[in-house]
């Protein structure tokens, strides 16, 4: 049981005790934009308001605390596979026989082409992502190298996805000259041992909490559709507004075959433009990033980005094909959007 009738199944037995009148999205957008702060029960009433109501008013906050400011960003596929982490989700973990492709970090030579050719388009992101629990030393002193010499020769802002590092791994990866740490929570804490069993939640949020202590900005969100329910959603949500993050990325899962996860069925474009807009409600200031799955959306994402999300992951995903920078730039301009670095 997925989307409709799960969002239905969980409001009926919502623990939200007031009554859910005409125009709650227009209420709560005013006390939003006034500097309030919505409450886990009024973000789930707003899961029962009117979707294009709720999109609408998301859209304003957005414009409210970002203006059209959207931030864009690429990602390098940087080490691929034999991951020892059995997320239920992920085409690249051992424990699980999908066909993806498996390769060691890549030399330093190509990760700095690959800088440059999407600066060269126009991107002022790129995030360099790599499988596995942790990188070693070792793999952090050489992608450290690699960062040095990207922020040496091209004129693009460095992310990094290097899993569950330490503090002191994460001040090294600074001084090279990387910027933010991506790191999803995936899921609410309830939902997490449910996705995933080689890891804890308190893993996930130690290794933010070691970012940003090294002093880098963290981008970090979830993964929808691995069976949560949307107070689950709410809950992960409301832990990013804890953390202070300002980059969340917004994940659609793709059923890959061979995963524990490849029945699951697909969300739908307004699953997604709800999930976002009431994001947008909890967390205003935010980016809030379409990344993974968006391609299995009809319209690819782009009525999301009038429901309250302003910030893409553009170019291939890790593992699927994604879609080129020149149409997502086109999009984005067409929507009066503006391209910018945001959410630090």
Avoid: W
Avoid at 47 to 73: K, S, V
């Amino acid at each position: 049981m997925e989307t409709t009738e799960r969002v239905k199944e969980e409001l009926t037995h919502t623990e939200v005790k007031t009554e859910i009148e005409a125009g709650v999205a227009e209420r709560l957008k005013e006390k939003v934009k006034k500097g309030g702060q919505i409450t886990k029960e009024e973000a789930l009433a707003l899961y029962r308001a009117p979707l294009e109501e709720l999109c609408r008013a998301a859209d304003e906050i957005r414009e409210h605390f970002c203006g059209d400011a959207f931030d864009i960003c690429t990602i390098i596929n940087g080490k691929s596979g034999r991951c020892s982490e059995n997320c239920k989700y992920c085409a690249q973990s051992a424990f699980y026989h999908t066909g993806a492709e498996e390769y060691p970090l890549l030399d330093k030579q190509e990760l700095v082409r690959q800088a440059q050719y999407n600066a060269e388009r126009g991107v002022l992101r790129y995030s360099i992502v790599t499988s596995g629990r942790a990188l070693s030393d070792r793999e952090v002193d050489e992608m450290c190298g690699a960062i040095r010499e990207i922020k040496e020769n091209v004129k693009i802002e460095v992310c990094v996805s290097f899993g569950l590092l330490t503090r002191e791994q994460f001040a090294r990866v600074k001084a090279a000259g990387a910027v933010r740490v991506h790191n999803n929570l995936e899921t609410s804490r309830r939902n997490f041992p449910n996705v995933c069993t080689t890891h804890t939640f308190e893993d996930k949020v130690n290794a933010i909490l070691a970012a940003k202590e090294a002093g880098l900005s963290v981008c970090s969100g979830g993964i929808m559709g691995l069976g949560e329910t949307p107070k689950d959603r709410i809950d992960m949500a409301f832990y990013l507004r804890e953390l202070g993050v300002k980059s969340v990325p917004v994940n659609m899962l793709n059923p890959i075959p061979g995963t524990p996860y490849e029945k699951n069925e697909r969300l739908t474009v307004p699953d997604m433009r709800r999930i976002v807009a009431v994001f947008r409600f909890i967390l205003p200031d935010a980016s809030i990033r379409l990344a993974g799955g968006r391609g299995l959306l009809e319209d690819k994402g782009e009525s999301c980005f009038t429901s309250g999300a302003n910030a893409v992951i553009s170019g291939d995903m890790l593992t699927t094909s994604g879609y080129t920078i020149e149409s997502d730039l086109a999009m984005i301009h067409g929507l009066g959007y503006k391209e910018a670095l945001a959410g630090e």
